[in-house]
């Protein structure tokens, strides 16, 4: 066994360390399976001295590491490039501290989306980013990726949560940065941090926002006939003003799989489209807003509009959207879900093309739709023992990546580039713009160690 491998044992302890292949093969990838790289090592710290020590021991070394939280990011960020190692911190889950007074929680960075919401649900509040990986993803995780989900829409992404952060920088010191009100004090470092993609640092302890639970909520399920028709409810309703505090869309072979799944929630299988739509606040303007939804749903030929009655009715609806990709993955044995933006008003135009795409190159395709966002996730089903499919779906991504930028769009809306993303950068980046980037990265990891190999192309990654 080599030196640096016992001291990490010293470290953190024996047993929170693994080294044996068949262990290692668990982190091989992420949620995105088309990526995988075995690491080194796994390493499970339980606080911010072992990953701090850690990091110091592993950069005398020139050993590459990477922060992970639950694994269920889509862009293969979270993969230990060139035989690193995996800084695994899903043990350092505990919520630190409540600040009811001034609405504002401290956690660890292995605290599990939803454990925060239901720690605080009770006192009527909850923390807003909800992305539908929430009953596994880490905030760790939500962080480095500024993860978004249904209900950001209106609540604002994750770096609109975010208020202080303790970081480990990837020469082991410690730092804070602190954002405390709307506004922060000189650099706002936070804002910086959020987002980098596990590549500046590993976040050790986050302060977060909590936000109340609104006083009225009212869920409506719509189905239409086309895809068209139900992205033009989604433009009308938002260029008419109101904003929904969420808006989602799901195509045909997505609620089928739903419908085959424990996760059905009575959705209409023969809909080409169907729409989730949930307006919150004060009981009046919920009321007042859902009349006019209800307005653009029939005005663009709507079936069905149906308001969920009870609770438990709202939660079913749920159920079906979040668990669309574990729907989608129980009857297929791999799938590339897609990320890009589009300008909301191109959504009826794009999706049809999107279509004609998967079938030019023979792959059946899914659509899930953060339709108030324009966020697409077209997601591809193959068979990863297949090269001649493996470089359809290669080839398809490309087209549809380079379709959204053409109408406007951007690379991702939430799942980050990851390494997944790389080879797409310039489609939207500049050498000028990659290479400000690259120097942004080089003040907080000058030897380019923590997370390689991710979000910018190699040639740009040398040290400034
Ligand atoms: C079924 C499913 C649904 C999803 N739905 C959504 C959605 O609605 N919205 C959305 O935004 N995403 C969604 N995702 C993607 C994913 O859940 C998010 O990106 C999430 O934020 C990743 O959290 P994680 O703990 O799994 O992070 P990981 O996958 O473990 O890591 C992701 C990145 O974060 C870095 N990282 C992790 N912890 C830290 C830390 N403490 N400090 C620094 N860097 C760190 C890693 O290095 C890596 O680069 C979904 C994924 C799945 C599988």
Not at 312 to 319: D, K, P, Q, S, T
């Amino acid at each position: 066994m080599t030196n640096w491998i016992k001291e990490l044992q010293s470290i953190v302890g024996d047993e929170n360390v693994l080294i044996s292949p068949d262990e290692l093969l668990v982190y091989e990838c992420d949620a995105l399976t088309i990526h995988k790289r075995a690491p080194r090592a796994v390493i499970f710290p339980t606080t911010t001295e072992h990953v701090s020590r850690s990091v110091k021991v592993l950069g005398e070394q020139g050993i590459p590491f990477v922060a992970r939280g639950a694994g269920t990011g889509l862009s293969g960020g979270a993969l230990a490039e060139a035989g690193g190692v995996i800084i695994e911190l899903s043990r350092m889950n505990r919520i630190l501290e409540i600040d009811w007074e001034n609405q504002r929680a401290i956690v660890q960075p292995g605290v599990i989306n939803i454990a925060l919401t239901q720690a605080v649900a009770t006192r009527g509040y909850h923390f807003a980013p909800d992305p539908s990986s929430q009953p596994t993803c880490t905030i760790g995780g939500n962080v480095a990726e500024n993860a978004s989900g249904p209900h950001c829409l209106k609540y604002g992404v994750t770096t609109d949560h975010i208020l202080g952060l303790e970081v480990v920088l990837p020469d082991g010191r410690i730092i804070n940065l602190d954002r405390h009100g709307a506004v922060a004090l000189g650099y706002d470092l936070v804002g910086l941090f959020v987002g980098s993609e596990g590549m500046f640092g590993i976040a050790t302890r986050i302060t977060v926002r909590l936000t109340r639970l609104p006083r009225a909520v009212k869920t409506l399920m719509a189905d239409f006939p086309t895809v068209e028709a139900a992205s033009q409810t989604v433009s009308d309703t938002i260029a008419a003003g109101v904003i929904p505090a969420a808006m989602e869309m799901m195509d045909q072979a997505t609620v089928r799989a739903v419908e085959e799944s424990v996760f059905a929630s009575g959705l209409p299988i023969d809909a080409a489209a169907v729409l989730i739509i949930e307006l919150d606040g004060l009981p009046v303007s919920v009321d007042y807003e859902s009349s006019r939804v209800v307005h653009f749903c029939r005005a663009n030929g709507a079936r069905h509009v149906i308001v969920a009655r009870s609770e438990a009715e709202r939660e079913r609806l749920w159920a079906g959207r979040k668990n669309a990709f574990g729907a989608l993955g129980r009857i297929n044995s791999d799938l590339m879900v897609q990320d890009a933006v589009i300008p909301r008003s191109r959504l009826p135009e794009v999706l049809p093309e999107i279509y004609r795409i998967a079938e030019r190159y023979r792959l059946r395709m899914a659509c899930v739709i953060h339709a108030g966002d324009g966020n697409l996730h077209p997601t591809l089903c193959f068979d990863g023992r297949d090269a001649d499919e493996l470089r359809r779906v290669d080839a398809a991504c490309k087209e549809i990546m380079e379709l959204c930028v053409r109408v406007g769009g951007t690379l991702t809306g939430e799942h980050g580039i990851g390494l997944d993303k790389v080879k797409y950068m310039s489609l939207i980046f500049s050498e000028a713009d990659i290479e400000a980037m690259a120097r942004v990265r080089a003040v907080f990891d000058p030897r380019g160690l923590c997370n390689p190999g991710k979000v910018l192309p190699v040639h740009r990654c040398k040290a400034f």
